[in-house]
């Protein structure tokens, strides 16, 4: 739970209740000038009407420079942003030729798989000469090769579950797998800081939604009785199915789930366990196996696991791993399995190369290596900016660390300088996150040096000066306690 400072707060509200006015205010002289100007759509309903309108015109266009930078390299330790420029005030952006050398601290790349790699590479190169960039086929058609069977093989091995079964995209293994394990009748009991395709997918399945305070494990208990002692909604009878959502480590705060109290609150209550292990999958952990392994949970005891591989794995798609009765069940049930695209060739290749890498099947210690930097390198940044005194959420091991910026104009402030001192962040606000809780979400990977994390930390320091975002006092440092420590004697 955040605690937001209650001048933070008054100020924030102050910002955007200043924004708001003035987006009202220019809105209202719009549709006077609109009146004396015939349109082609009289008649017609506004097609983008409502807050959601207002708020992308009057505030996200504003500064619409912060996001969606375009780049022209892979997305390494270190790479190129290209430059654009807007003569409308930001409505519209225009690419330019010039290209800005950046530290990357926005992307996803937690083992630096998405680079060129001396293991992975041939081997992608070479499945793509096989078997061509797709298979323009889904699964159950012509969309399954050598490499899919063998992937859904890896990743059940990889994670510990018996089988599993591999999509094209994250985003839809959660959007489209939720409504076939569950519908009307049975109850999902969602954390309520779960990512949106959880959200989507809860509320495709038809069954009933309750969330429960977000990485509390008792206020899950007290839901979870009261729920079951009502029973569903007007009849009530027993719910046919409950199934418990969580993530793994949650990508908007990095946190680490509260796993194994979850798990046994679940066994007590004959609950589903689904985890989400998108960001923690290949992450975190001795070998790279996710939240279970790093906290000491049997993956016997989660029920569902999901996951992608567009973060530690430099590549794309998701899986869900399970019992072989359950696999066999989505095998022909599953939206994504039975109608969309197969994952394409090459990209499953990268995936198999990556795991080999992690397990040392490769003959080096690279994985190894790659988990034991990824894990020192998210400490110390971690530690470092919290002695700066800056508010940095997430547990340690986590390489997503969120940086409260609060303010709506220190958005654009902190994106804007560090990009100006190639130093490249992801700054994130409503609706992504509550409309008080705008913050930078730095990315951290087994690719940055100890020289790249300095450089990162002197520019952060810096901007966060500038604009006022240490809203901790920073932690002295050796040589002004040394100096301190002479002066004493």
């Known amino acids: 739970m955040i605690t937001i400072p209650y001048l933070t707060a008054l100020t924030t ?26 349109s082609n759509l009289q008649g017609y309903a506004p097609i983008c009407l409502g807050l959601e ?58 083992l630096g798989f998405a680079a060129s790699d001396e293991y992975c590479t041939p081997r992608v190169i070479e499945s793509l000469k096989k078997f061509s960039a797709s298979t323009c086929s889904a699964r159950v ?13 890896c990743v059940a091995n990889f994670v510990g579950k018996p089988a599993a079964i591999v999509t094209g995209m994250g985003y839809v293994t959660n959007s489209a797998i939720l409504p076939v394990l569950i519908g009307k009748g049975g109850l999902i009991i969602s954390d309520s800081l779960n990512h949106n395709s959880i959200v989507n997918g809860a509320r495709g399945s038809g069954a009933t939604i309750r969330v429960f305070q977000h990485n509390t494990p008792s206020h899950l208990e007290k839901v979870l009785r009261e729920h079951i002692a009502e029973g569903q909604p007007r009849t009530h009878r027993p719910w046919k199915k409950i199934i418990v959502i969580v993530e793994g480590i949650y990508s908007m705060e990095g946190e680490l789930c509260q796993l194994p109290e979850i798990v046994a609150i ?14 923690s999958i290949g992450a975190v952990g001795k070998t790279g196996r996710g939240v279970c392994e790093l906290l000491g949970v049997d993956t016997a005891d989660v029920d569902i696991m999901m996951g992608t591989f567009t973060k530690s794995f430099g590549s794309c798609g998701g899986y869900i791993a399970g019992s072989k009765e359950l696999i066999e ?19 499953a290749q990268q995936i198999i190369s990556a795991v080999q890498v992690i397990l040392g099947e490769d003959g080096s210690s690279r994985g190894a290596q790659k988990l034991a930097r990824i ?20 547990d340690n091991d986590s390489p997503v660390m969120p940086i409260m ?38 990315c951290i990977s087994a690719a940055h040096s100890r020289e790249d994390l300095n450089k990162a930390l002197e520019v952060i320091s810096r901007v966060g000066d500038m604009i006022g975002i240490k809203y901790f006092p920073a932690e002295p440092q050796k040589q002004q306690l040394e100096e301190n420590r002479v002066k004493l004697e």
């Not at 058609?141 to 093989?153: A, K, P, W």
């Open 266 to 279: 679940c066994k007590k209550y004959k609950a589903y366990v689904y985890l989400d292990e998108a960001h």
């Open 141 to 153: 058609d012509g969309g399954t090769t050598s490499l899919h069977t063998e992937l859904d093989v």
């Open 405 to 442: 910026l609060y303010n709506p104009a220190k958005i654009p402030a902190f994106s804007r300088e560090c990009l100006k001192q190639n130093v490249a962040v992801v700054t994130v606000a409503f609706p992504a996150t509550p409309l008080l809780l705008a913050r930078a979400r730095i």
């Open 13 to 38: 509200y102050f910002s955007y209740g200043l924004l708001f006015a003035f987006g009202q205010f220019r809105d209202f002289f719009r549709k006077i000038f609109d009146w004396w100007h015939a």
């Open 329 to 347: 069940y989505l095998k022909y049930t599953c939206p994504a399995h039975l109608y969309a695209t197969s994952i394409s060739p090459p990209a």
């Open 53 to 110: 309108d207002f708020y992308i015109r009057r505030l996200y266009l504003r500064i619409q420079d912060c996001f969606g930078r375009p780049i022209c390299s892979p997305p390494d330790a270190w790479f190129d942003v290209v430059e654009r420029v807007s003569n409308d005030n930001n409505k519209t952006l225009k690419r330019t030729t010039k290209v800005s050398r950046c530290l990357n601290l926005g992307s996803y790349n937690y």
């Open 375 to 394: 894990r020192e390198n998210s400490n110390f940044f971690r530690s470092e900016l919290q002695k700066m005194g800056f508010e940095v959420l997430g």
